[in-house]
């Protein structure tokens, strides 16, 4: 062989080599780059990709957020295990999925948050008018979560049609997952929660997507039933967490279909698929719920999670949980593990300092253990006034400072875990502590 025969020869093999490097993706520019890989969605003929677990991305976000930090121990710690490894953590719990970039609860969504380490995904349960159970956040969410409104035989059926911006009256829409059947509903395309209250068309209506969210995902996202998610997760190889959202219609729904059955037929879908309930943390604000589970069905109301929803009462303080009712060890006495309030009843600002409140002080006393939510979910931090840091703005002025609250839920309150519209931003941080 000739030099020059034997240089192609070794260019050949080098190109070779370059090529199964790429397809092994030891490495990616984060979850965007993970994102826009073949399995990220299937071709349009070969039916549904099979996913398997992922290789941890954590993308460039949290090295961003940890660089914004303001100078200290904790920044020092953060920065000392950057190189990784990385792993999946239950702490990081994905809440609809990755909706920071991508359209809540659906397909891409949830491998995305995946993809960022979280062991526990989050798919809300509603139904269709053939009470079948879907994955969306509310029951009448779908003019702003997908395109119905722009398929008119739909949007003819929606409860409240499309009416455009007019004077002081904003453009509005309601559209319900109860005004339409499970082979109607799986023709949608999920997009970014949003819409625009100036529309004066539909196309517009569409639009309003937040400046520091995107919709270069927002193209066709795959919506599922509750029993495609469960399937999806396990190929997923993640904990599931599904909350049963209240029904906008009035139940019993058709006279029939009470809120018993609606909440055994959620828990009846992960026994026929024969997932084990220590790998599922059912969660309702309807205390009902819950106790309805912990009666019905122990195995899973053993860990059932309790949404606390008082904080919307009038006269709510985090400062005196002895007014709440039932009280944290009446919760307790009525069988009750788990609650899970918003971040910010869980901590309070003393000294432009964030340190536990009297409300999470009182949860752990009782023996309650807390998860919390929800990270990621506020835009940029700076001069924030944000339902998630009330009471806490002054001890917040730039992004950096999520990761110091992130830090005093873990350490100081003791939470098990959080959810996060961007997963990776929790997975460093649980990775970083042995979480």
Same mark, same amino acid.
């Given at each position: 062989?000739?030099?020059?025969?034997?240089?192609?020869?070794?260019?050949?093999?080098?190109?070779?080599?370059?090529?199964?490097?790429?397809?092994?993706?030891?490495?990616?520019?984060?979850?965007?780059?993970?994102?826009?890989?073949?399995?990220?969605?299937?071709?349009?003929?070969?039916?549904?990709?099979?996913?398997?677990?992922?290789?941890?991305?954590?993308?460039?976000?949290?090295?961003?957020?940890?660089?914004?930090?303001?100078?200290?121990?904790?920044?020092?710690?953060?920065?000392?295990?950057?190189?990784?490894?990385?792993?999946?953590?239950?702490?990081?719990?994905?809440?609809?999925?990755?909706?920071?970039?991508?359209?809540?609860?659906?397909?891409?969504?949830?491998?995305?948050?995946?993809?960022?380490?979280?062991?526990?995904?989050?798919?809300?349960?509603?139904?269709?008018?053939?009470?079948?159970?879907?994955?969306?956040?509310?029951?009448?969410?779908?003019?702003?979560?997908?395109?119905?409104?722009?398929?008119?035989?739909?949007?003819?059926?929606?409860?409240?049609?499309?009416?455009?911006?007019?004077?002081?009256?904003?453009?509005?829409?309601?559209?319900?997952?109860?005004?339409?059947?499970?082979?109607?509903?799986?023709?949608?395309?999920?997009?970014?929660?949003?819409?625009?209250?100036?529309?004066? @068309?539909? !196309?517009?209506?569409? /639009?309003?997507? #937040?400046?520091?969210?995107?919709?270069? +995902?927002?193209?066709? %996202?795959?919506?599922?039933?509750?029993?495609?998610?469960?399937?999806?997760?396990?190929?997923?190889?993640?904990?599931?967490?599904?909350?049963?959202?209240?029904?906008?219609?009035?139940?019993?729904?058709?006279?029939?279909?009470?809120?018993?059955?609606?909440?055994?037929?959620?828990?009846?879908?992960?026994?026929?698929?024969?997932?084990?309930?220590?790998?599922?943390?059912?969660?309702?604000?309807?205390?009902?719920?819950?106790?309805?589970?912990? @009666?019905? !069905?122990?195995?899973? /109301?053993?860990? #059932?999670?309790?949404?606390?929803?008082? +904080?919307?009462?009038? %006269?709510?303080?985090?400062?005196?949980?002895?007014?709440?009712?039932?009280?944290?060890?009446?919760?307790?006495?009525?069988?009750?593990?788990?609650?899970?309030?918003?971040?910010?009843?869980?901590?309070?600002?003393?000294?432009?300092?964030?340190?536990?409140?009297?409300?999470?002080?009182?949860?752990?006393?009782?023996?309650?253990?807390?998860?919390?939510?929800?990270?990621?979910?506020?835009?940029?931090?700076?001069?924030?006034?944000?339902?998630?840091?009330?009471?806490?703005?002054?001890?917040?002025?730039?992004?950096?400072?999520?990761?110091?609250?992130?830090?005093?839920?873990?350490?100081?309150?003791?939470?098990?875990?959080?959810?996060?519209?961007?997963?990776?931003?929790?997975?460093?941080?649980?990775?970083?502590?042995?979480?």
């Amino acid at each position: 062989m000739s030099k020059y025969s034997l240089r192609f020869a070794l260019l050949i093999a080098a190109a070779a080599v370059a090529l199964t490097a790429c397809g092994d993706d030891g490495g990616s520019d984060g979850p965007d780059a993970a994102a826009a890989t073949p399995d990220a969605a299937p071709a349009p003929d070969a039916g549904p990709a099979i996913p398997t677990p992922q290789t941890v991305h954590l993308g460039p976000r949290p090295y961003y957020l940890v660089d914004n930090m303001d100078p200290g121990d904790l920044k020092t710690e953060l920065q000392a295990c950057s190189t990784g490894p990385f792993e999946k953590s239950d702490f990081s719990i994905g809440h609809r999925g990755a909706p920071m970039q991508f359209p809540e609860h659906t397909k891409e969504g949830y491998e995305a948050a995946a993809r960022m380490g979280a062991g526990i995904i989050e798919c809300d349960v509603t139904f269709t008018s053939d009470r079948e159970l879907v994955c969306r956040h509310s029951q009448c969410d779908l003019a702003t979560t997908t395109n119905i409104l722009t398929i008119p035989d739909l949007a003819a059926k929606c409860t409240q049609p499309f009416s455009p911006a007019n004077g002081n009256n904003p453009a509005s829409a309601t559209c319900c997952t109860s005004d339409i059947t499970l082979a109607e509903y799986k023709t949608l395309c999920g997009k970014m929660d949003a819409s625009d209250p100036t529309a004066t @068309t539909v !196309e517009e209506f569409l /639009g309003g997507t #937040a400046n520091w969210r995107t919709d270069l +995902y927002s193209t066709c %996202g795959t919506l599922l039933t509750h029993a495609e998610s469960i399937k999806l997760f396990q190929e997923l190889g993640v904990k599931m967490t599904p909350e049963l959202k209240e029904a906008s219609v009035t139940m019993p729904y058709e006279g029939d279909y009470t809120q018993e059955l609606y909440a055994q037929q959620m828990i009846d879908e992960y026994k026929a698929a024969g997932v084990d309930a220590s790998q599922v943390f059912a969660q309702s604000f309807n205390l009902d719920d819950i106790r309805y589970w912990i @009666t019905n !069905e122990p195995a899973f /109301g053993n860990q #059932a999670v309790f949404l606390d929803g008082r +904080y919307e009462v009038p %006269g709510f303080d985090p400062a005196n949980p002895a007014a709440l009712s039932p009280t944290m060890d009446e919760l307790v006495a009525d069988g009750v593990k788990i609650i899970a309030p918003p971040q910010w009843v869980l901590v309070t600002e003393q000294g432009g300092e964030i340190v536990p409140s009297a409300y999470a002080e009182a949860a752990k006393t009782a023996g309650l253990d807390i998860i919390t939510w929800t990270l990621e979910r506020s835009g940029p931090l700076k001069g924030t006034t944000d339902f998630y840091y009330t009471g806490i703005t002054g001890a917040v002025d730039n992004d950096g400072d999520m990761l110091t609250l992130l830090d005093v839920l873990a350490q100081d309150v003791g939470i098990l875990g959080i959810f996060s519209d961007w997963a990776a931003t929790v997975t460093y941080y649980a990775n970083c502590k042995g979480l």
